[in-house]
């Protein structure tokens, strides 16, 4: 077994406990930051997003590898208890101290023990340290007790403090709102929640410049025939306009802007009043973009959903611990390995050292006629 030629509770086990906590603050600062919606990953690169991933399954190795790594050096069950108290402690760092929290904090306290229990049990029956093969078998309930509190922590977060069924509807419409409006750019390059519909509307409404790019200088009847084809990709008539082949470069440009702003106006109008039917929402034109968005999902969650709002925050609970449950052998394989780079790097640093020991052992053997006690 690794043995420290100390008092057990030698400084030396800050080496396994400081780098914990950092893992386990990590990590539960990134969970913090998904299940509030604060990581936009539908606007992130994907080299982002992957490099987000790492960093998280690494902070969870970190953290987990390094507590079962505890249960070499220390076999106390008093003392693993203590250890495992210790490493979950950053739960609370990142999410409201509420009764689910310390619920959460209790069943991944359970969580971490028995598993520490389990891997210092097996430590002492084997005759080689070996890492690799102990920590994911001993730490998978640990990894299914951090699952299990992370699907806590999201109910926690959508439900809140509320308490009431109609202060619940309206969080809950209020967060999918925030969610709503993260995908949002992705299909309206220009959106932006605090503008108002008519300047969201206006910003799709096109320039002289949009008109005009990369055409020739010189004005002719080829020149106005393209102006004429980007007009009507635009959804504008060009007879409107009434475009002179005759006029110079920078007469066609003053016309082009004053039909334009001609037409913006009654433009506008109309897609307000489009949108206005579709959506089933009045709409003056000076609401953010954001109100007529909340609007909307309050009067369609109000409508589907009420009847139904105390349960969706279990509902979607559930699905989150399904969905992470799914990547549980992922979880436990970087627990695992983390695990064992960590023991490699601390017997290279010398900071701990395998020691060989002479054990009484039994065998069955035939009596020999003599007397053995």
């Not at 504008?236 to 001609?262: C, G, H, W």
């Amino acid at each position: 077994m690794i043995t420290i030629k100390l008092h057990p509770w030698t400084p030396k086990l800050l080496y396994l406990v400081l780098p914990s906590l950092a893992g386990a603050t990590l990590w539960w600062y990134i969970v913090a930051q998904t299940l509030r919606g604060q990581v936009a990953f539908n606007l992130a690169s994907l080299g982002a997003v992957i490099g987000f991933i790492v960093i998280g399954l690494l902070s969870l190795g970190l953290w987990m590898g390094t507590v079962g790594l505890l249960a070499f050096v220390r076999h106390n069950w008093l003392s693993l208890g203590a250890l495992s108290l210790v490493a979950s402690a950053p739960l609370l760092f990142w999410f409201p101290l509420q009764p689910w929290t310390w619920l959460g904090l209790g069943l991944l306290w359970l969580g971490l023990w028995w598993g520490l229990k389990r891997a210092s049990a097996d430590a002492q029956n084997r005759l080689t340290v070996r890492p690799q093969l102990l920590l994911g078998t001993a730490l998978s309930v640990s990894v299914m007790a951090m699952i299990v509190v992370t699907s806590l922590m999201y109910y926690q977060q959508l439900r809140g403090t509320t308490k009431t069924a109609s202060e619940l509807s309206a969080r809950l419409s209020d967060q999918t709102v925030s969610l709503v409006e993260r995908f949002l750019p992705t299909f309206y390059k220009d959106y932006q929640p605090d503008q108002t519909v008519d300047e969201l509307i206006n910003a799709q409404f096109p320039s002289v410049d949009d008109i005009m790019k990369d055409l020739p200088a010189a004005v002719g009847a080829d020149q106005i025939k393209k102006i004429e084809q980007r007009l009507s990709d635009k959804n504008l008539d060009p007879a409107q306009f009434n475009l002179d082949p005759t006029a110079t470069t920078n007469q066609l440009r003053i016309a082009l802007a004053t039909q334009l702003e001609k037409q913006k106006a009654d433009q506008i109008a109309n897609v307000r009043q489009e949108l206005s039917d579709q959506l089933k929402v009045p709409i003056r034109g000076d609401e953010t973009v954001h109100q007529i968005v909340q609007d909307l999902i309050s009067k369609n969650f109000d409508k589907y959903a009420a009847n139904y709002v105390t349960i969706i925050p279990w509902l979607l609970a559930v699905a989150l611990f399904l969905v992470l449950r799914i990547f549980n052998g992922l979880f436990v394989l970087v627990v695992t390995w983390c695990g064992w780079g960590i023991y490699r790097l601390l017997r290279l640093l010398h900071i701990v050292q395998i020691t060989h020991q002479t054990v009484p052992a039994e065998t069955l053997e035939w009596h020999s006629g003599e007397h053995h006690t």
